[in-house]
């Protein structure tokens, strides 16, 4: 009997042992079914709330604020570099020094001095007398204007000598949000600074107009005396602002072949124009209407117009001459220094 009871008590530890374990198991799927489920639940709630959290931004926001922000950040970006959108970063310098003599040597330095009738016009309103220079020039990235049929005109003011004009157009142009090139010379550059960092400071686009600006034009000089000319005032206007011209004027508009190829060589464009007027003698300025009326009249598509800051007359007209061409459809275009 004692062996029958050992026995019994045996069978029956390890009968409640198989159901503890049993119970066990059933707990534990039990467990991780809730787990799945309050997980489940918590991926749900989670989804829902991005899905009104995404919902409640689109109805919310402001597509003008979103706008403003980025017009925000673009403004911090310009800040932070000094560049202005829409023109160039100014503030990388320029290799000029990759210049071919002997290539130069081979190409005419014959002067040919840049100048047509505003009597023959096209049918976009161009005197017609560009073309032949553009054909000329274009190969060495010379240009009378720009190939476009929109009503767009870009201008251009042409800087010898301060005579207390430039601070009333450089006004006038901010009043009325429009951007030029200012080609300078090293006199400017010497008697002018606080000129030539305003007009950097307020994302005008400002170009060489050489050291000597030579009575005759600068083919009479060799490449050579060009050349370390247009370089001097480069690198001066580098070192004194941290300013990269790439745009070049020729003083009296006389260039050459040569002369042209040997600014393209150094990385720089050279800009005529296809608009001027005899506004550069002071003593014998252009009546204010009469000239207006000259500006308006040759209004065309892609135009550079050529003004000099000083002129009075232009100092006078030149706010009625931005409203004018606005009227007309035209707006005013950043020049392309980089296409």
């Known amino acids: 009997m004692k062996g029958f009871h050992r026995q019994l008590t045996a069978l029956l530890l390890a009968f409640s042992l198989c159901l503890s374990l049993l119970s066990g198991c059933a707990g534990s799927d039990s467990s991780a079914s809730s787990a799945d489920a309050s997980t489940g639940s918590a991926?749900?709630?989670a989804s829902a709330a991005a899905e009104v959290?995404?919902?409640?931004?689109?109805a919310d926001s402001d597509p003008a604020d979103a706008s403003d922000s980025a017009d925000s950040s673009e403004g911090a970006d310009a800040e932070e570099t000094g560049v202005v959108p829409g023109t160039y970063d100014y503030t990388?310098?320029?290799d000029v020094t990759n210049v071919d003599f002997d290539a130069l040597s081979a190409l005419s330095n014959e002067s040919l001095s840049y100048g047509f009738s505003n009597a023959n016009r096209d049918e976009l309103n161009r005197p017609d007398g560009i073309y032949y220079?553009?054909?000329y020039y274009s190969q060495y990235n010379g240009y009378t204007h720009i190939d476009t049929e929109e009503k767009i005109i870009y201008l251009t003011m042409d800087e010898g000598y301060e005579n207390g004009c430039t601070p009333d157009i450089l006004d006038?142009?901010?009043e009325k949000g429009v951007t030029a090139v200012f080609f300078i010379t090293k006199q400017f550059y010497d008697e002018q600074p606080a000129l030539v960092q305003r007009m950097i400071d307020e994302g005008h686009i400002v170009g060489n107009h050489t050291c000597a600006h030579p009575s005759g034009?600068?083919?009479q000089l060799g490449a050579e005396a060009e050349y370390e000319d247009i370089k001097t005032l480069n690198d001066l206007v580098y070192d004194t602002?941290?300013?990269q011209m790439k745009l070049f004027r020729f003083p009296e508009g006389v260039a050459s072949e040569q002369a042209v190829a040997l600014l393209n060589q150094m990385g720089y464009k050279s800009v005529f124009w296809s608009f001027a007027y005899k506004d550069y003698d002071t003593e014998n300025q252009m009546d204010p209407d009469e000239a207006l009326n000259a500006c308006l009249e040759y209004l065309h598509p892609g135009a550079i117009y050529l003004l000099h800051a000083v002129s009075t007359t232009n100092s006078e007209i030149l706010g009625d001459f931005i409203d004018g061409a606005r009227e007309q459809g035209y707006e005013f275009g950043v020049f392309p220094v980089e296409d």
Do not use: C, H, R
Request: hydrophobic share 25%; charged share 20%.
């Open 92 to 94: 990388v310098q320029m």
């Open 53 to 58: 959290t995404e919902g409640d931004t689109s």
């Open 133 to 135: 220079y553009d054909s």
């Open 241 to 243: 602002f941290g300013y």
């Open 172 to 174: 006038t142009l901010k």
């Open 217 to 219: 034009g600068m083919p």
């Open 43 to 45: 991926s749900a709630e």
